[in-house]
């Protein structure tokens, strides 16, 4: 693996995030990277989506055509977190993720609900109330799998059930129903 990439004495963190002006042509290559990133996540997404909708319609082949569509993506995104060296140890993607997740749940979906509630938007202010609520609930998981790592452990192998409602994460014995959206346990997912 080569040297991550920097700008004179500046990090590629720096210049992505806007700590240090651009100084250099080679930042235009950059921040297409960083928009290719965001859609082709999105199309990564929005693909899986698209499958599911398929199959529930009736044309699985059809289905399966997203499902590929939406990997073939999921490749050119990872490939493209790599190349612009944003894959870290684990406990640096540990310390990035609370810090997201934390922003996402103080900062960014209450401000989201707020204006959903003012537009009269409450589907998807619904919406944003469940991320908000689990992406509290992972910032407090990737905390914990911090403290582990920091004592040199992994986390303890425990169930790992997804509610596929609001997105919330349990490890261990799940409860009989999701404390953010009440689905039922019946439909949480186990992820391996």
């Not at 240090?20 to 290559?29: R, Y």
């Not at 493209?80 to 990035?96: D, F, Q, R, V, Y």
């Amino acid at each position: 693996m080569g040297a991550p990439l920097t700008w004179g004495t500046a990090s590629l963190d720096e210049y992505l995030f806007g700590i240090l002006p651009p100084n250099d042509t080679t930042m235009a290559t950059m921040e297409n990277a960083m928009e290719a990133f965001a859609g082709e996540s999105q199309a990564n997404r929005k693909y899986a989506a698209f499958a599911e909708q398929a199959d529930s319609e009736g044309f699985k082949n059809i289905g399966r055509l997203f499902r590929a569509a939406s990997e073939a993506e999921a490749i050119h995104a990872k490939k493209l977190l790599k190349a612009m060296g944003k894959i870290h140890p684990t406990k640096e993607n540990l310390e990035a993720s609370i810090t997201g997740e934390t922003d996402e749940y103080t900062k960014m979906y209450p401000g989201f609900v707020k204006e959903a509630e003012a537009e009269k938007k409450s589907d998807i202010g619904l919406v944003f109330t469940y991320a908000m609520k689990a992406e509290e609930v992972h910032a407090t998981l990737y905390k914990e799998a911090l403290n582990n790592l920091s004592r040199g452990q992994d986390m303890s192998n425990r169930t790992v059930s997804l509610c596929p409602v609001c997105g919330n994460v349990f490890l261990g014995t799940a409860p009989d129903k999701c404390p953010i959206c009440m689905a039922n346990r019946k439909v949480f997912k186990t992820v391996e």
